[in-house]
């Protein structure tokens, strides 16, 4: 038997309008991650959630700080899931990560979150995800701007597949 987790990468404050670095089209990409949420709890698919800390000085994600925090609306629909912290791009990179899918006997992952060419993409083509079917849900991911989130699916699309939430927590 299969098990899938969603995996939320920096679903944070400094992402939104008043944060540090406001990303493009996050209204929609905010009630498309808490929409993979609820589809996840309703198939008992395990979710994650990531969050970044700035490694050294940085104009956002400092430490301490509101922006660094997640969205309140994530962690309203996802009170008791675990938070991997990271400081580099792919969220297995110097994290528990695998051994936190590893105890939930995970197999398969759905991906998204934020910045698409960034830290979702990363994660999703690390060597350390091999082992697990990846796919991405396209429209609860976003980045800087439209077409840059465009190019970065596009350049990932052999190493990984992309579903929609109505098919992302189907039991295979």
């Known amino acids: 038997m299969s098990r899938t987790a969603l995996l939320v990468i920096d679903p944070q404050n400094d992402y939104f309008d008043k944060g540090n670095f406001p990303l493009w089209n996050t209204d929609n990409t905010l009630k498309e991650i808490l929409n993979a949420i609820n589809a996840a709890k309703e198939q008992n698919a395990a979710i994650v959630l990531v ?9 956002f994600f400092v430490e301490g700080t509101e922006g660094v925090k997640l969205h309140q609306a994530i962690l309203d629909a996802a009170p008791d899931a675990p938070v991997i912290i990271k400081k580099h791009a792919d969220a297995f990179q110097e994290t528990n990560l695998t051994q936190v899918l590893e105890e939930l006997a995970v197999d398969r992952l759905v991906i998204c979150g934020m910045m698409t060419q960034n830290c979702v993409t990363h994660t999703a083509i690390s060597d350390a995800a091999d082992p697990y079917q990846v796919s991405i849900l396209p429209d609860a991911c976003t980045t800087r701007e439209q077409l840059l989130h465009l190019i970065a699916l596009e350049a990932i699309k052999t190493k990984v597949t992309y579903t929609e939430i109505k098919y992302a927590f189907e039991r295979v």
């Open 51 to 59: 969050q970044h800390l700035a490694a050294g000085e940085s104009p």
